[in-house]
């Protein structure tokens, strides 16, 4: 578990915290959407981040990073130039091809978009022969991050529709909760999604009630990760081990888990 | 006398004298080993690495009780202390270890191996619930995707020569968990005490090529059917003497079953979350990362240390940790010893060696929770 060292290439700054970084690293093969490296500072320590980019550029990795402690401020104040500890790909991430011959649906809450762009982009490539909608939801107008894509996204097809808790006068968009603009069907639905953990409850509940079978929800999880290799224990949900077994599982697994309280 | 070299194939048995043990310790250390082996020291039966065989202990007894251990000179037997505070986790999965280290410079940063372990354990007089616990952490630390290299180059040097045990602690439940108390595969060496005084001999039963390779420096003889007959009495009678037992059949399950039961909040009551069963339990792994950098801040190593589920720490998220309750941290860590593990690794997290209940300051006992937990509430 050897890490290589990255360099920073470019900075795109995507909401307040949060900003994108385009990586050049040497052992980067690519990986499938939804996996996550590690990244690291001397000094600082090491965090799990997923990959938001470049699953198909060996050589080249995008990371979208907050800055919320000391490890992702360090990250997310890098310039370009500036060198960084990589070590990845881990975990299991999406399984797009759970959708071969459904309609798609992806919810988005704040920076779990993030890991979402792999999937979208896949699915952008797809998205004339079947439908394909994508809704995000974000604290604020000036939290909507990736607001580069989202023209590409339409281009290809996708229905895209957005919402925020809070909007200051002017916003001509929606204000609401991103469950709300939630659909699916007719037909099989496989559905991903990606946000605060709670957000991911209330979205999971509000697909299964339009019918999409529990089995075909797929959530991305949280939990404390120092090794990413299934050897420190801190990301154990109860039997399952997040880094090795996750981050991306399907609410028929995930929902026992979520249920109990401080697991 | 028969080459014992040339018939001591696996499966086969032995004897030698009582003197043998301080032989084969020899041997061992002759061959550049480090030998590590019961000592008594402070108070208690530890196993550290020894530079002469008289250090290895002899003539004690423990007694081991739910919060209490205390060592008595008793007799000249070299093995009838049982297991004493120290995992052989230690070893091989040592508290703190330099992973690599990191140099900044105007460059970039350079990162530096650090080389892998050079040992070469011989782990003399290892219990068998002890000797399950490595095999179970052997599966977890390098039966994975991603097996631990620092391991498993400790790993692979490592001669264990296990000893069967003929007494049983107050604490022990390995007869309930399958793991002992007489080892029948993983071992180099098995060695088996019988009779006492002058009558000390010991039973050798061969693991492996190299557990027969040691045979020579020996002078062992063919076992006899009474020798044998004499071990198997012994392993019996220690394990009816274990007053303590885990049912197995249906424990993960119920264990499951009970994420929600009240008996959590009255364990949490008396827990101080003092971490001290996952230091002492031989197959806990859990271990946390840390950066340790020189004053400049140019040099940085990135260094693993043992880490317990019982530190509110361990699940921090940012926003605070999952685990905020004493309750949801108990709950976790006899959950994943008696249920979780089977889903993660395919066995239970628990051989029996009942440490955990001994050094636990207020003497909780995994047996009566987990006893407790299987018992629907009135
Ligand atoms: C699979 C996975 C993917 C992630 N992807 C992203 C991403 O794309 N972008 C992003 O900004 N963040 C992501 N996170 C969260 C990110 O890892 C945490 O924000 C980060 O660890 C916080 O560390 P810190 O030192 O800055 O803050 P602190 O809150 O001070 O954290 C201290 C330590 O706790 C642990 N920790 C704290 N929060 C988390 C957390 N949420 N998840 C795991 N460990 C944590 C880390 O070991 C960290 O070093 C992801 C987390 C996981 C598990
Ligand atoms: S849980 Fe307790 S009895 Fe079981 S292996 Fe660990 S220390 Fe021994
Ligand atoms: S169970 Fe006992 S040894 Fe373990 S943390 Fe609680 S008080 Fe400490």
Known sequence: MLPGVGRVLSCRTEAPDVVTHRIAWDGWEGCAPGQFNMLGLPGLGEVPISVSGGTRTPGEVLHTIRAVGPVS????????????????????????????????????GGLGLAPLRPVIRHFAETARARRVRLVIGARSPADLGFLQDYDDWRGAGIDLALTVDHAPPGWPGRVGVVTD????????TVAYVCGPEIMMR????RLQALGVDAGDIFLSLERNMKCGAGLCGHCQLGPVLLCRDGPVLDWARARPLMMVEDL | MPDVRQSGAMGEAFVMDGGGIERLAAHLLAEGRSVVAPVARDGAVVYDAIEDPAEIARGVRIDSRPGHYRMERDGTAWFDHVIGPTPWKRFLHPPRETLYSMTRSDDGIEVEATPLPQASFAFLGVRPCDLAAIGVLDRVMTGGAHPDPRYAARRNGTLIIAVNCR?????????????????????????????????????????????SALLEALDVAPATEADLAEARWNA????DAQTRA????????????????????????????????????????CSTTVEVSDLTGAHAERQQRWDSCFNVGFSHLHGGAVRQSGRARYRQWLTHKLSTWEDQFGELGCTGCGRCIAWCPVGIDITEEAASLRRTEP
Request: charged residues 15%; glycine residues 12%.
């Open chain 2, 246 to 285: 885990i049912e197995t059949e249906g424990l993960a399950r119920d264990i499951r079953a009970a994420a929600e039961h009240p008996h959590w909040d009255e364990v949490a009551t008396r827990c101080l979350n003092c971490t001290n069963c996952t230091m002492v339990c031989p197959t806990c792994f």
């Open chain 1, 181 to 188: 603009l939630i659909s699916a069907g007719p037909g099989r």
């Open chain 2, 167 to 211: 007494v049983s602690a107050e604490t022990c439940f390995c007869a309930s968990m399958g793991s002992g108390p007489r080892a029948d595969a993983g071992y180099d060496l098995a060695l088996s005490e019988l009779g006492t005084g002058a009558q000390t001999r010991f039973l050798i039963e061969v693991g492996s090529a190299a557990g």
């Open chain 1, 202 to 205: 209330v979205s999971a509940m």
């Open chain 2, 236 to 239: 019996a009678a220690a394990a």
């Open chain 1, 73 to 108: 401020r360090g990250l997310a104040a890098l310039k370009p130039g500036a060198a960084l500890t990589m070590r990845g790909p881990y975990g299991r991430g999406w399984p797009v091809e759970a959708a071969d011959g459904a309609q798609v649906t992806i919810v988005a």
